[in-house]
Nanobody, 119 residues
Framework: QVQLVESGGGLVQPGGSLRLSCRAS????????MGWYRQAPGKERELVAT???????NYADSVKGRFTISRDNAKNTVYLQMNSLKPEDTAVYYC?????????????WGQGTQVTVSS
């Protein structure tokens, strides 16, 4: 019943920006901790950013200062604003949801959206 649907991925030049969106349904969104993961080919899925119901955020060191996670509880949507993108950011990005705690323990996953950073 839980459904997380990502959108906003695409192809961008190094230094460019993208905003990812994740719409949630079938979940008590306002009470959930949300996060973004990414997975590059041949590599382990890694946590990028999290946000709690109260708005507390955490980021992977590799994206600090470049990415911003936010949420709109009225829209059941979490966002990932990605600036100053690097080729190393190329991956499939996944939205995840879990109980309202840290660290994030995902119980639901989206299908993923491709982000490609290339010149």
């Amino acid at each position: 019943q839980v459904q997380l649907v990502e959108s906003g991925g695409g192809l961008v030049q190094p230094g460019g920006s993208l905003r990812l969106s994740c719409r949630a349904s079938g979940i008590m969104f306002r009470f959930a901790t949300m996060g973004w993961y990414r997975q590059a080919p041949g590599k382990e899925r890694e946590l990028v950013a999290t946000i709690t119901s109260s708005g507390s955020t955490n980021y992977a060191d590799s994206v600090k200062g470049r990415f911003t996670i936010s949420r709109d509880n009225a829209k059941n949507t979490v966002y990932l604003q990605m600036n100053s993108l690097k080729p190393e950011d190329t991956a499939v990005y996944y939205c995840a949801a879990g109980r309202d705690s840290l660290p994030l323990r995902p119980t639901s996953w989206g299908q993923g959206t491709q982000v490609t950073v290339s010149s």
